[in-house]
């Protein structure tokens, strides 16, 4: 199916939560979507007569029956969302209130709008290309101040721009090869190929720079998913209450009173990270007990942080050696429980399994540690420095994985030219990178990748 299909069609949807609040939103887009929402309208004028961008005071009424008053907004292509024109109907929050009037535009002729649909053809229509469209859903789903900046970032056109700027130079390396093609007489081969390999060069070191911080801005974007092990009762519940500042876990001096795991989303230092509190690992002949510790190894496994509690005041015990073997070679801060009492934990002994800078001595009970556990995160996963929006200039995994495969591809293409290849194979190497850079804003991208980015978003936007 072309993706340009369905473009004519009214669609309608409630942009605002279901259930009770101030104001809900029913949001009109389309040509003749003005005149359909008028048939519904009762006011001082017809909103056909309003100016764009105005608001109008009025009813909503369908068959006779008035559904709600309503504040009436008309904005005209375009100048809108969508580069369509657009009608929002500002009504009473309430679940019912706003399905009813849905039902009424839907009854007139609009269709019910797809997810996402009226962020696809703000696309569509030239509007925004793929990143920024993408950076709408970031900005709903940022977790922090931090990710909602990169999101804004990317939303007014920063990786964008960074991509044309790469297709630019790489479209002018193609022209100049197809002149060389055309005008055979024109004897440049050696200083052509030099050309090219110093802008394959340059083009090579934008990339890479691009690649270098794409973890970090996978981290500020989707957040860091975190998972504290250890053995029974050494003190991981604390800990997620200590981190939530508020008791969410239950903690006990009981061995194995988690035995399913607990999530809860937080913010450290503008680092957002999803926090999952698992069963302590142990042999148990307990069956529900057994069931949480696999679960929790299953967590462990695909984690991109580990925090592993110990309890300092004892010796390290075989069940402790045997979670440090097993995160052996992860991204891991372990850190040191119940420093307030005496240590008894053999700092030469834990060293020979965690690496001496991922030790963090805590007191969960003292309120200890807490700033060299943002430290450790810090050194961990972005060297030490201040964790900043515009490192999430490439945060999302299509973007990285679209410029991965464009990088490749002018690697083959200065292989091409170091081995002095005919020029029309290295056009080929350059219009892949090109193909492969144009996915990323949506220029080349295919039907099914549009489609798959656009289920992701609610209903409404």
Same mark, same amino acid.
């Given at each position: 199916?072309?993706?340009?299909?369905?473009?004519?069609?009214?669609?309608?949807?409630?942009?605002?939560?279901?259930?009770?609040?101030?104001?809900?939103?029913?949001?009109?887009?389309?040509?003749?979507?003005?005149?359909?929402?008028?048939?519904?309208?009762?006011?001082?004028?017809?909103?056909?007569?309003?100016?764009?961008?105005?608001?109008?005071?009025?009813?909503?009424?369908?068959?006779?029956?008035?559904?709600?008053?309503?504040?009436?907004?008309?904005?005209?292509?375009?100048?809108?969302?969508?580069?369509?024109?657009?009608?929002?109907?500002?009504?009473?929050?309430?679940?019912?209130?706003?399905?009813?009037?849905?039902?009424?535009?839907?009854?007139?002729?609009?269709?019910?709008?797809?997810?996402?649909?009226?962020?696809?053809?703000?696309?569509?229509?030239?509007?925004?290309?793929?990143?920024?469209?993408?950076?709408?859903?970031?900005?709903?789903?940022?977790?922090?101040?931090?990710?909602?900046?990169?999101?804004?970032?990317?939303?007014?056109?920063?990786?964008?721009?960074?991509?044309?700027?790469?297709?630019?130079?790489?479209?002018?390396?193609?022209?100049?090869?197809?002149?060389?093609?055309?005008?055979?007489?024109?004897?440049?081969?050696?200083? %052509?190929? $030099?050309?090219? @390999?110093? &802008?394959? /060069?340059?083009?090579?070191?934008?990339? !890479? *720079?691009?690649?270098?911080? =794409?973890?970090?801005?996978?981290?500020?974007?989707?957040?860091?998913?975190?998972?504290?092990?250890?053995?029974?009762?050494?003190?991981?519940?604390?800990?997620?209450?200590?981190?939530?500042?508020?008791?969410?876990?239950?903690?006990?001096?009981?061995?194995?009173?988690?035995?399913?795991?607990?999530?809860?989303?937080?913010?450290?230092?503008?680092?957002?990270?999803?926090?999952?509190? %698992?069963? $302590?690992?142990? @042999?148990? &002949?307990? /069956?529900?007990?057994?069931?949480?510790? !696999? *679960?929790?190894?299953?967590? =462990?496994?695909?984690?991109?942080?580990?925090?592993?509690?110990?309890?300092?005041?004892?010796?390290?015990?075989?069940?402790?050696?045997?979670?440090?073997?097993?995160?052996?070679?992860?991204?891991?801060?372990?850190?040191?429980?119940?420093?307030?009492?005496?240590?008894?934990?053999?700092?030469?002994?834990?060293?020979?399994?965690?690496?001496?800078?991922?030790?963090?001595?805590?007191?969960?009970?003292?309120?200890?540690?807490?700033?060299? /556990?943002?430290?450790?995160?810090?050194?961990?996963?972005?060297?030490?420095?201040?964790?900043?929006?515009?490192?999430?200039?490439?945060?999302?995994?299509?973007?990285?994985?679209?410029?991965?495969?464009?990088?490749?591809?002018?690697?083959?293409?200065?292989?091409?030219?170091?081995?002095?290849?005919?020029?029309?194979?290295?056009?080929?190497?350059?219009?892949?990178?090109?193909?492969?850079?144009?996915?990323?804003?949506?220029?080349?991208?295919?039907?099914?990748?549009?489609?798959?980015?656009?289920?992701?978003?609610? /209903?409404?936007?």
């Amino acid at each position: 199916m072309n993706r340009f299909n369905h473009l004519d069609d009214i669609i309608a949807a409630i942009s605002t939560p279901l259930g009770m609040g101030g104001i809900g939103i029913v949001r009109i887009s389309g040509r003749g979507c003005i005149e359909l929402a008028d048939r519904l309208f009762q006011g001082k004028k017809s909103l056909l007569e309003k100016k764009s961008h105005t608001l109008s005071y009025g009813k909503i009424v369908s068959h006779g029956e008035i559904i709600d008053e309503a504040l009436v907004s008309v904005m005209k292509a375009p100048q809108t969302y969508t580069k369509e024109d657009i009608v929002e109907i500002n009504c009473h929050g309430g679940a019912l209130v706003t399905r009813r009037i849905l039902e009424a535009i839907l009854n007139e002729g609009a269709r019910l709008a797809e997810p996402g649909e009226f962020t696809k053809r703000a696309f569509l229509n030239g509007r925004m290309d793929l990143t920024q469209a993408e950076a709408v859903i970031d900005i709903i789903h940022s977790q922090t101040d931090l990710s909602r900046q990169a999101a804004v970032n990317q939303l007014e056109g920063r990786l964008k721009r960074e991509v044309r700027s790469l297709r630019d130079e790489i479209l002018n390396m193609i022209a100049k090869i197809e002149a060389v093609i055309d005008y055979p007489e024109h004897d440049v081969e050696e200083e %052509t190929y $030099g050309n090219m @390999e110093q &802008g394959t /060069l340059k083009i090579l070191e934008h990339m !890479e *720079k691009l690649l270098e911080n =794409a973890d970090r801005g996978k981290i500020i974007r989707d957040g860091l998913e975190t998972v504290i092990v250890g053995k029974p009762n050494v003190g991981k519940s604390s800990l997620l209450n200590w981190l939530l500042e508020e008791e969410r876990a239950i903690v006990t001096d009981i061995p194995g009173t988690t035995r399913d795991t607990v999530e809860e989303y937080i913010n450290i230092d503008g680092i957002p990270m999803k926090i999952v509190d %698992t069963a $302590g690992i142990r @042999e148990t &002949g307990d /069956l529900v007990e057994k069931m949480g510790v !696999e *679960k929790s190894k299953a967590y =462990a496994e695909k984690a991109d942080l580990i925090l592993m509690m110990l309890d300092s005041s004892r010796h390290l015990e075989t069940e402790d050696k045997e979670i440090l073997s097993f995160i052996q070679g992860k991204k891991t801060l372990v850190l040191l429980n119940k420093t307030d009492l005496e240590r008894k934990l053999s700092m030469d002994e834990l060293e020979q399994y965690i690496p001496k800078e991922q030790l963090i001595s805590v007191s969960i009970k003292e309120n200890l540690g807490f700033n060299e /556990l943002i430290h450790g995160l810090k050194e961990l996963f972005f060297s030490g420095e201040s964790v900043k929006a515009e490192d999430a200039l490439l945060g999302n995994t299509r973007h990285k994985n679209a410029l991965f495969q464009g990088k490749e591809a002018m690697e083959r293409c200065l292989e091409t030219i170091r081995t002095r290849m005919p020029e029309d194979f290295i056009s080929m190497d350059l219009q892949d990178a090109n193909r492969f850079l144009g996915e990323i804003t949506g220029d080349v991208a295919d039907e099914e990748i549009i489609d798959r980015i656009f289920t992701k978003f609610c /209903l409404g936007k």
